[in-house]
């Protein structure tokens, strides 16, 4: 069978922008920003971006362009025994980050239908916490299900099953065609609409005011590498599968770079937005900016939901906006997962695109449930800590060791060359081979001395095991039995781009 294809290069693009501009580029990089020294940050985020997410991304698209195949299947093609690699990511993704991930979507759509009559009223976070999440005392205290929200949950996975199901031209690219210009206009109109709002200049003072002692905090470091991670999709198989539904002839590293500047440049231009809105609540209520944030969460379904009470007759407007570009940068970002999940099972097991759009929707479905019921918050924080600490950096250090070290890396830089305008030098394969291995342990053995000492937002060791570390270990063991099944199909016996070179 012949291997889908994007339509033009500007789909792939704008497809791979889609699965890098999420919820975390407007609920997680501003308040980071703030709290870990206003402008002083970019200098941390900046070096992650540069040493390691673009380095990252640019191995991920030649993976998947030069071996053509998904995760699965790249890494197969690389050697028998690296096949779990490719899963391994998929299923942790997949159902780890996108199960909650789906659910937080599921909460802005139903906030836009709370802004058409503000009906968070005048205690926005009683609201969110009591009457929206019901928030129970603990993970293992689940005695309901918030109906809003499941339905929220149903209607995110009606859409992701639609567009899945019309394949990677027809439903992924068309999907982000509509989806990605559509997102920059919301964006844009928030944006210039938050900075008109009086004492919008105290929000970006508070933004980006630098402290340059917060550089010496290892803390720092961390977290800036960690979000380069997560808001570059790396570590989640999506980017080595994107790059593989391109024709043979297509600037590789220069669609890198694009996907990369953009992101970074709309979480900053985002943060405009939302720190605009902190200082007009500020100045409103006449207290100091630092008083009204709050943390990532709190940002969008507490803080948000009060200043939007307080702009007066557009207020609902801005609220339906705001939530509806909340839901369709999540929306494009829930969709690539699936979308690189369902390619390595059909490349693997020739499975039909319909099938497997239907059982990996109904999986995320029905896996979301517990992410909608009372206990849920605290599903989704354990998840969220652990896939993001060492699920993301573990999968890039291995990515980084396999190709750099049992793997020809130069037939990736050479092919990457052959394709590209920019052209990478010999430093990429050290960065690759030494730099990234190397720095990332470093962060993971910090991240790994933290845990151990101290349980995580002091949850039980119990809800810590059974919930966040299980499901690191239960998706490693999962990848290790689907590597383990026979080929149907007879993809991985095809070779790559550069074995001609
Ligand atoms: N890059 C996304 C973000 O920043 C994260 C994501 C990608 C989540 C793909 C799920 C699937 O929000
Ligand atoms: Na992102």
Redesign the pocket.
């Known amino acids: 069978m012949k291997r889908s294809e994007w339509g033009s290069r500007v789909g792939f693009v704008l497809a791979a922008i889609g699965?890098?501009?999420?919820?975390?580029?407007i609920w997680?990089f501003p308040y980071l920003c703030y709290e870990n020294g206003g402008g002083a940050f970019l200098i941390p985020y900046l070096v992650a971006l540069f040493t390691a997410g673009i380095p990252l991304l640019i191995l991920e698209f030649g993976v998947g362009h030069e071996r053509i195949g998904s995760a699965p299947l790249a890494f197969r093609k690389i050697g028998k025994q690296w096949e779990w690699l490719g899963w391994w990511p998929l299923l942790f993704?997949m159902f780890g980050?996108?199960l909650y991930?789906s659910v937080v979507i599921a909460w802005c759509i139903d906030f836009l239908f709370y802004s058409v009559k503000l009906a968070w009223g005048a205690d926005s976070e009683a609201f969110f916490f009591k009457q929206f999440l019901q928030v129970s005392s603990g993970p293992t205290e689940i005695s309901t299900i918030r109906t809003p929200i499941l339905f929220g949950l149903l209607a995110v996975w009606a859409l992701t099953w639609v567009i899945i199901m019309r394949g990677v031209s027809k439903g992924v690219e068309l999907a982000n065609m509509i989806f990605m210009p559509l997102l920059f206009v919301l964006t844009l109109v928030l944006v210039f609409w938050s900075l008109n709002l009086e004492g919008s200049m105290t929000g970006i003072v508070a933004y980006l005011k630098p402290d340059f002692s917060k550089l010496m905090d290892p803390k720092v470091w961390v977290s800036a590498y960690g979000q380069i991670f997560?808001?570059?999709?790396l570590g989640?198989g999506?980017m080595i599968t994107y790059a593989s539904y391109m024709p043979e002839k297509s600037n590789m590293t220069g669609s890198a770079l694009i996907t990369a500047l953009v992101?970074s440049g709309f979480s900053l231009i985002s943060g405009f937005g939302v720190f605009s809105i902190l200082g007009f609540m500020a100045t409103t209520q006449n207290v100091p900016v630092d008083e009204v944030v709050k943390e990532s969460i709190g940002l969008a379904f507490i803080v948000y939901p009060k200043a939007i009470s307080m702009i007066g007759d557009f207020g609902p407007m801005f609220g339906m906006l705001f939530f509806l570009s909340l839901t369709v940068?999540?929306v494009s970002?829930?969709i690539?997962?699936v979308e690189a999940f369902a390619s390595g099972l059909e490349d693997k097991f020739s499975i039909n695109r319909k099938m497997l759009a239907t059982l990996l929707c109904f999986l995320g479905f029905t896996g979301g449930v517990i992410f909608t019921t009372n206990g849920g918050l605290f599903w989704l924080d354990i998840v969220d800590h652990f896939i993001n600490n060492y699920g993301l950096v573990l999968a890039g250090i291995l990515e980084c060791i396999v190709v750099g070290w049992f793997f020809n890396l130069d037939q990736i830089r050479k092919h990457l060359n052959k394709v590209s305008k920019i052209q990478l030098g010999p430093w990429w394969n050290w960065i690759i081979k030494l730099f990234l291995p190397l720095s990332l342990s470093v962060i993971l053995l910090n991240q790994l001395i933290r845990e151990l000492t101290t349980a995580y937002g002091g949850y039980t060791w119990a809800s810590l095991i059974g919930i966040g570390w299980s499901w690191i270990v239960i998706t490693f063991l999962v990848a290790f039995i689907l590597a383990a099944q026979p080929w149907r199909t007879e993809n991985h016996l095809e070779k790559g781009r550069g074995d001609e070179l």
């Open positions: 699965s890098a501009i999420g919820l975390g580029n997680r993704t980050i996108v991930y997560f808001t570059l999709s989640f999506i992101n940068a999540g970002s829930a690539s997962i």
